[in-house]
């Protein structure tokens, strides 16, 4: 199963299983003693089904591991608890991760939030619900910088949009509208041994710079991150190139790969010029690319600047994008 991508806090209340295996009908016992048959919800139905209060039906759907960790009463409870006021849900996004599919919703009043994983046999490995904060102010503030996505082919959006389930980077001022890219082919980020960089699709990608600049600060030399789960927590950037744009406005394209960068301090750089290459350096359980643009070089104290893309472009959780060069 695909780790986050970087550390991070969700603010949320966590009903968490680890993985069983459960056959498509479920046998329950009635008041009377009798056995009976439930049909299983489909993953797309599960918020409908939260709104009309079918508690045990989705109990029952959840893992073994799940069941002994959280009783029905507690699980009725809540979920009764946290649909008070809603009206509907709106589906955010699905997203295979290898043998699960994750899917996340948010009330009409985008206040509440769903975040579910479903094993591929309909078992629900985990589920969330978040009462969500906005920032409606600045999520309505962009760059006055026009960015393009830093890929060269077709990627994939783990992390991106102005929500915290479907980018975690939200709770956090100086990350809020950071996006976390990889490459998605049949559903899987990887092919072969997934212990080893050289297995995953953006390892070794050309990178490009995102909009013209100067390169004011780089690190080339930490180490990719191998096996491929372990993550360099003392050194979160890994390899990086932060770069000064116009504005006041300051990129970074963070987790390249060790000993990759083409470019140095002090050069000025064109958009669409390659920078390096996509690693599993720094903070990162696989290789991808984080991509984000502060009010400040000093990214930590800085604040996070919503992106103005080309073509109004707004990744968001399981979006494929395409170049914009």
Not at 137 to 145: G, N, P, S
Not at 155 to 160: A, L, P, R, Y
Not at 238 to 255: C, F, K, Q, R
Request: some cysteine; proline content about 3%.
């Amino acid at each position: 199963m695909l780790k986050k991508l970087a550390l991070g806090t969700m603010s949320a209340l966590i009903l968490l299983s680890a993985c069983s295996v459960k056959e498509d009908r479920e046998e329950t016992v009635s008041e009377a003693g009798e056995k009976t048959m439930t049909e299983r919800i489909e993953p797309r139905e599960l918020a409908e089904a939260l709104l009309e209060e079918q508690s045990e039906a989705i109990y029952q759907q959840t893992s073994a591991s799940f069941q002994a960790e959280i009783p029905f009463e507690d699980f009725e409870e809540l979920l009764i608890s946290f649909n008070q006021g809603v009206t509907g849900y709106e589906l955010q996004s699905e997203v295979p991760i290898q043998s699960f599919t994750h899917y996340t919703w948010i009330d009409k009043d985008e206040m509440k939030g769903i975040d579910v994983l479903f094993a591929e046999d309909g078992t629900i490995e985990q589920l969330f619900v978040l009462q969500l904060e906005a920032y409606s102010e600045t999520d309505e503030q962009f760059t006055k910088t026009e960015f393009i996505l830093p890929i060269q082919e077709e990627w994939f959006t783990f992390w991106g949009g102005t929500n915290e389930l479907v980018n975690y980077h939200y709770a956090l001022e100086s990350q809020r509208y950071a996006v976390d890219l990889l490459i998605m082919e049949e559903e899987s980020t990887y092919e072969g041994d997934p212990a080893k960089n050289e297995s995953y699709h953006a390892f070794g990608k050309e990178v490009i710079a995102p909009a013209d600049g100067v390169v004011i600060e780089t690190e080339a030399t930490v180490a990719d991150n191998e096996p491929v789960g372990e993550m360099n927590s003392e050194q979160p950037l890994g390899n990086y190139v932060l770069m000064e744009h116009e504005h006041g406005e300051y990129s970074v394209i963070a987790h390249l790969q060790q000993d990759s960068l083409h470019v140095s301090e002090g050069d000025e750089v064109r958009q669409g010029e390659v920078i390096g290459l996509s690693g599993n350096s720094g903070n990162s359980s696989e290789a991808h690319i984080h991509f984000q643009v502060n009010d400040s070089s000093d990214l930590e104290a800085g604040k996070s600047i919503r992106i103005r893309f080309k073509d109004q472009l707004t990744p968001i959780k399981g979006d494929y994008l395409q170049p914009q060069i």
